[in-house]
């Protein structure tokens, strides 16, 4: 399950809902199927989004808009 936005996102779009942390880690202590975080992440905020113990991380903008894609 891809759960997102978690933070507000330029790639979504204006107007996309923000689920934040607490809505995922009520939505991956409630599934027994693997979930993804997407949305907002960044390195700033990717340490609060690792506590809530997604399956997996999707990150797009920090990539992305990174001035070196490999070292980011």
Request: hydrophobic share 50%.
């Amino acid at each position: 399950v891809a759960l997102g936005a978690i933070f507000p996102t330029q790639t979504k779009g204006a107007g996309h809902p923000v689920q934040g942390l607490e809505t995922l880690q009520t939505v991956v202590q409630s599934l027994t199927v693997p979930v993804v975080a997407i949305g907002g992440i960044t390195l700033a905020n990717l340490k609060s989004v690792l506590e809530c113990k997604p399956a997996a991380i999707a990150v797009i903008t920090a990539l992305s808009k990174a001035p070196n894609v490999l070292q980011a």
